[in-house]
């Protein structure tokens, strides 16, 4: 009989090493491995070279350098959280992949399995999701609209020359009307590690109405990256930068296709908790060797 | 945050650590890494790394480490890294010790976890096989708030005992967290980003404080500690870690303004703020931290979300004794109660004692329901209160299990009434006795011994099958009995369904009693078939709103009825007409059709089948041991922060109102309230033990009434 194994990232390890786990039952219950079977490297490139891995392995890497003399380097403290988690109405911010609050999709719109990352250099103290294989990076993260007066934002990074990516943010105003809002670059741009990091804000004056989608479509190669989403209540004072909401605009075909894989992918997931997202299913009651003794 | 007591501090002159701790290492050097009484062991993928390949890992680079001159980076290709914390001697076996460690980002991080296994261990981390080990507990370590200038940052297990149970040696598990979102299709792997690791160090914070004890449910383990597997282990082990106590109430404010923001359920979200008082509560008491934990997975029941699964803190692996059990009425007792009744059971050491029919009367003397009642942190139930009961006792001998608590079954050989004192057989089993294995060097195979628990004592139709894509018919005079596992919605799924309920039959049995839910288009693909639109028109499905409901309700259906598709933005709000996956129109069942439907475990997709029957009104029956779950809406997967273990838990991003015809302004949400049956009806223990299904034969009788 299989056992079954809770421990989800055990089951990664078995699956990337080309070990059978015949049944892994862990809080999503039932998985079947990673999206490649563990055979592709996607290349991820480190922020430090020299940490990666050691090309000639027994030697000790580096047992050149001599002693440095002091570091600079000072004690700080950090909250648990990031500043600003309180206000901010995207519900993975974080953009843990294994949350189905964001949901990336290459150009095809099939689903993408993007690299979850923490690099050395980046925007903010937060984590970085960057296109994987395939071409186009296409993300869709879920938010709840502010009751008000709001902002919306995110971090892009680009480390090729290719179009720009694009922004935007979907949602239905009071008169139930849809709006596709652009979130155009405001001039912060920083160079990090060979990414152009460019920072797209807008803020509004009059609130949207339920959950909204900040949207980022990022055609052809990549690697792209995104970082900080964050839609919040404005609390400070009005701004020249606060605007009305623009004239609804037409979702583009691309924002309709995403929108319309993101929520059908939502409208699917109406079962107990323990089912894994997506995948057919063997719930904790069930034992396929049970059966047999019937 | 710095000046914590006893951990290392950064010296001015040297921008160095300096670890005082009672044991430290500082991962100079190299493999095997034995020094200061740690045993450092990698692994790749499939194998332990050799100490040649181990090396490569070391980095030397003074200006980067925290510690010394070298650090360690793993991540990547080597996804896990065991620090053995005290391999050899028994120094600490009785102390109070919290783990330490710095890490700094590049390109991944780890995900630490104190960990303790019995048996083999490192066969397991080499090939993610359980074979040969158990993993007793594990527990994730929080970040002490702790960082450097540049990049490092300090996580701790918090004061724990330090050997579980006086008996298991702890390890430091260190796992790239891309692991979790891989396992699970979601993410790539990325195999040259890399972590660095340095600076371990143990603090001693005194003499272990839970005795070293056999346990049950009736002995406690002291203030710190918690039954496992009948032993007394720290409470951090079984419940969560014992973080800064400031710390733990950040994150309960976190997770509770995460679910007044996402949750689409109206009640649950009521509930809330009672429900985070009563945890506030105990913290005021005093309660330690790991309780608190528990707290909230215990009063968060209260929420009535059947989708909400709370974020994990403490794991471990299941142990299954191999016996099915649902609620029933013992009616071969002379209390003729409702009890869990053993309707399946292995051959293992345990289960091997009981067999179908047996009753379970007692838990540690106790009526098992009021002891059940008492485990709220520990079931896997968070729907309507009002329908735990069924469920539970399906989990009732796990649980029991878990806490080490003793369990009297009875038994009637008689099948026609019940049986005297004299006739009973009181049959005393005590799960210590057999969970003592759990703690051997080579922890029995039986404990992965699951049974199938499926509240059909029999199949209803001829071929029997768990799977959930399954849709099985036949025809038993002029009752067309149709059996599912769920409305899984997919395309030979709804081809079935089709088939199911061809013709006209002149009554239906949907014995849906493994309703694990599924999709709309599955929900709506079975019930536009049996239900007709005069019986039921629509359901909104709403969203979290902010202000009055009519206007935002008012915008919404603006926008879903006014688009040719029910998927455009529209604040994630679904108007779900019913049958719209009947592309070539309706073709319900006549509304005077009997349909009786029998349930016991059923959520979601299956709570909104068992509503919409409702809705046909006396023309149907539903057959069942309680309400359905009550989760009328989609599950949206939440993102690991903080304290928790990879896989983050779950809410309900709807909630629903189901409207009877286009004018019907209902707004009555109904999540937490689940569909109520009928006709009460739970399994007796005599017809159980002669191979009757109860539900069912009185769901054929009255079809044929």
């Known amino acids: 009989m299989a056992p079954r194994v809770t421990h989800l990232a055990l089951a990664a390890l078995a699956t990337l090493s080309g070990c059978e786990v015949a049944e892994t039952t862990g809080l999503f219950g039932r998985t079947t491995g990673g999206f490649d079977g563990g055979t592709r490297d996607l290349g991820f490139a480190a922020s430090d070279a020299s940490l990666g891995p050691a090309s000639d392995a027994g030697a000790r890497p580096d047992a050149s350098l001599p002693d440095a003399g002091p570091v600079a380097r000072t004690m700080e403290s950090e909250s648990l959280f990031l500043p600003g988690w309180d206000q901010n109405h995207v519900l993975n911010p974080e953009l843990d992949p294994s949350s189905t609050a964001v949901l990336a999709f290459d150009d095809e719109f099939r689903p993408a399995a993007p690299l979850w990352e923490f690099p050395l250099e980046r925007p903010e103290a937060m984590p970085v999701l960057t296109s994987a294989l395939g071409v186009g990076f296409n993300v869709l993260m879920l938010a709840r609209a502010p009751g008000g007066r709001f902002s919306a934002r995110v971090w892009v990074g680009s480390s090729s020359f290719g179009a720009l990516p694009e922004v935007s943010l979907l949602g239905t105003d009071p008169s139930g009307a849809e709006l596709a809002i652009e979130l155009a670059p405001d001039g912060?741009?920083?160079?990090?590690?060979?990414?152009?990091?460019?920072?797209?804000?807008?803020?509004?004056?009059?609130?949207?109405?339920?959950?909204?989608?900040?949207?980022?479509?990022?055609?052809?190669?990549?690697?792209?990256?995104?970082?900080?989403?964050?839609?919040?209540?404005?609390?400070?004072?009005?701004?020249?930068?606060?605007?009305?909401?623009?004239?609804?605009?037409?979702?583009?075909?691309?924002?309709?296709?995403?929108?319309?894989?993101?929520?059908?992918?939502?409208?699917?997931?109406?079962?107990?908790?323990?089912?894994?997202?997506?995948?057919?299913?063997?719930?904790?009651?069930?034992?396929?060797?049970?059966?047999?003794?019937? | 945050m710095s000046g914590v007591a006893g951990a290392g501090e950064l010296d001015p002159g040297s921008g160095r650590l300096v670890l005082s701790g009672v044991r430290t290492l500082d991962l100079e050097g190299t493999f095997p890494a034995s020094s200061g009484g740690f045993e450092v062991r990698l692994f790749g993928f499939g194998r332990e790394l050799d100490a040649r390949e181990s090396q490569a890992a070391m980095r030397r680079d003074p200006h980067r480490s925290l510690v010394g001159g070298d650090f360690l980076s793993v991540g990547g290709e080597v996804p896990l890294t065991v620090i053995e914390l005290e391999p050899q001697g028994a120094a600490l076996s009785r102390r109070r010790v919290e783990v330490r460690i710095w890490q700094k980002a590049f390109g991944t991080q780890l995900v630490a976890k104190l960990v303790w296994h019995s048996g083999d261990f490192a066969a397991f981390y080499g090939s993610g096989l359980p074979y040969g080990t158990h993993l007793l507990a594990e527990i994730p370590l929080f970040p002490t708030g702790r960082v450097t200038s540049d990049g490092w940052r300090e996580l701790s297990s918090g004061a724990v005992d330090f050997w579980l149970a006086a008996r298991i040696r702890p390890l430091l598990v260190l796992e790239d967290q891309q692991l979790g979102p891989h396992a699970l299709g979601q993410a790539a792997f990325g195999h040259s980003a890399r972590a660095a690791v340095d600076g371990l160090e143990l603090l001693d914070h005194g003499p272990a404080e839970v005795p070293v004890q056999s346990c049950h449910a009736s002995?406690?383990?002291?203030?710190?500690?918690?039954?496992?597997?009948?032993?007394?282990?720290?409470?951090?082990?079984?419940?969560?870690?014992?973080?800064?106590?400031?710390?733990?109430?950040?994150?309960?404010?976190?997770?509770?303004?995460?679910?007044?923001?996402?949750?689409?359920?109206?009640?649950?979200?009521?509930?809330?703020?009672s429900v985070v008082d009563r945890v506030r509560a105990l913290d005021a008491s005093g309660a330690a931290v790991p309780e608190l934990f528990a707290a909230w997975r215990r009063e968060s029941r209260a929420l009535a979300d059947g989708h909400y699964n709370p974020r994990r803190w403490s794991s471990r692996w299941p142990v299954s004794l191999g016996v099915c059990t649902l609620l029933g009425r013992a009616d071969l007792s002379e209390a003729d109660a409702e009890l869990p009744l053993v309707y399946d059971a292995s051959a293992g050491p345990l289960a091997g004692r009981l067999q179908p029919g047996d009753a379970l009367t007692a838990i540690e003397g106790q009526p098992p329901l009021e002891w059940l009642a008492e485990q709220r942190e520990n079931g896997s139930y968070n729907g309507d209160p009002r329908g735990a009961a069924a469920i539970l006792a399906m989990e009732v001998i796990d649980r029991a299990a878990e806490e080490g608590a003793r369990m009297t079954f009875s038994r009637c050989s008689r099948t026609d009434v019940p049986c005297s004192a004299n006739e009973r057989e009181e049959i005393e089993v005590s799960p210590p006795q057999h969970l003592s294995l759990l703690w051997a060097e080579?922890?029995?195979?039986?404990?992965?011994?699951?049974?199938?628990?499926?509240?059909?004592?029999?199949?209803?139709?001829?071929?029997?099958?768990?799977?959930?894509?399954?849709?099985?018919?036949?025809?038993?005079?002029?009752?067309?009995?149709?059996?599912?596992?769920?409305?899984?919605?997919?395309?030979?799924?709804?081809?079935?369904?089709?088939?199911?309920?061809?013709?006209?039959?002149?009554?239906?049995?949907?014995?849906?009693?493994?309703?694990?839910?599924?999709?709309?288009?599955?929900?709506?693909?079975?019930?536009?078939?049996?239900?007709?639109?005069?019986?039921?028109?629509?359901?909104e499905l709403l969203p979290a709103l902010y202000?009055?409901?009519?206007?935002?309700?008012?915008?919404?259906?603006?926008?879903?009825?006014?688009?040719?598709?029910?998927?455009?933005?529209?604040?994630?709000?679904?108007?779900?007409?019913?049958?719209?996956?009947?592309?070539?129109?309706?073709?319900?069942?006549?509304?005077?059709?009997?349909?009786?439907?029998?349930?016991?475990?059923?959520?979601?997709?299956?709570?909104?089948?068992?509503?919409?029957?409702?809705?046909?009104?006396?023309?149907t029956r539903i057959f069942g041991p309680g309400p359905t779950y009550g989760a009328f809406g989609a599950i949206v997967t939440l993102p690991t922060r903080g304290f928790e273990l990879e896989g983050g838990g779950s809410l309900q991003i709807h909630d629903t109102l189901f409207l009877r015809d286009p004018a019907d302004e209902n707004e009555d949400f109904t999540t937490g309230r689940g569909v109520e049956p009928t006709v009460r009806v739970l399994q007796k223990q005599s017809d159980l033990v002669r191979g009757v299904d109860t539900a069912l034969e009185e769901a054929k009788r009255w079809l044929r009434e």
């Not at chain 1, 741009?189 to 339920?210: C, N, T, Y």
Request: charge should be positive; proline fraction near 7%.
């Open chain 1, 188 to 294: 912060r741009a920083l160079p990090l590690d060979g990414v152009i990091w460019r920072h797209h804000e807008a803020r509004f004056i009059e609130p949207l109405v339920g959950a909204v989608y900040l949207v980022v479509l990022a055609p052809g190669e990549g690697p792209h990256h995104l970082s900080a989403p964050m839609v919040a209540p404005i609390l400070d004072a009005r701004s020249p930068d606060d605007r009305a909401l623009p004239a609804g605009r037409r979702q583009s075909d691309r924002e309709r296709d995403i929108l319309q894989r993101a929520k059908r992918r939502w409208m699917d997931d109406m079962a107990h908790p323990s089912r894994p997202r997506g995948s057919i299913f063997s719930p904790k009651h069930v034992s396929p060797s049970s059966a047999a003794r019937r």
């Open chain 2, 219 to 273: 002995l406690s383990c002291g203030p710190s500690g918690a039954c496992l597997y009948g032993r007394c282990v720290d409470a951090a082990a079984r419940h969560g870690p014992n973080t800064p106590r400031e710390h733990f109430r950040e994150y309960l404010s976190r997770m509770a303004a995460e679910y007044r923001l996402f949750s689409g359920s109206r009640a649950s979200v009521q509930a809330l703020a």
């Open chain 2, 442 to 539: 080579r922890p029995p195979d039986w404990r992965f011994d699951y049974v199938d628990c499926d509240a059909r004592p029999r199949p209803a139709v001829a071929a029997q099958s768990e799977h959930y894509d399954y849709v099985g018919w036949r025809d038993e005079g002029s009752v067309r009995l149709v059996q599912i596992n769920g409305v899984s919605g997919s395309p030979s799924w709804s081809a079935d369904v089709d088939r199911a309920l061809a013709g006209t039959p002149s009554a239906v049995l949907l014995d849906q009693r493994r309703g694990l839910g599924g999709t709309i288009d599955g929900a709506d693909t079975l019930a536009a078939r049996l239900v007709t639109p005069e019986q039921s028109f629509a359901m």
């Open chain 2, 547 to 619: 202000g009055a409901l009519g206007p935002s309700r008012s915008a919404l259906r603006t926008c879903t009825q006014g688009s040719p598709s029910s998927e455009l933005a529209c604040g994630n709000a679904v108007w779900w007409q019913l049958g719209f996956t009947q592309r070539n129109g309706r073709s319900a069942l006549g509304a005077n059709t009997k349909i009786a439907v029998l349930n016991y475990l059923d959520v979601s997709g299956n709570d909104y089948v068992s509503e919409l029957l409702r809705h046909r009104g006396e023309s």
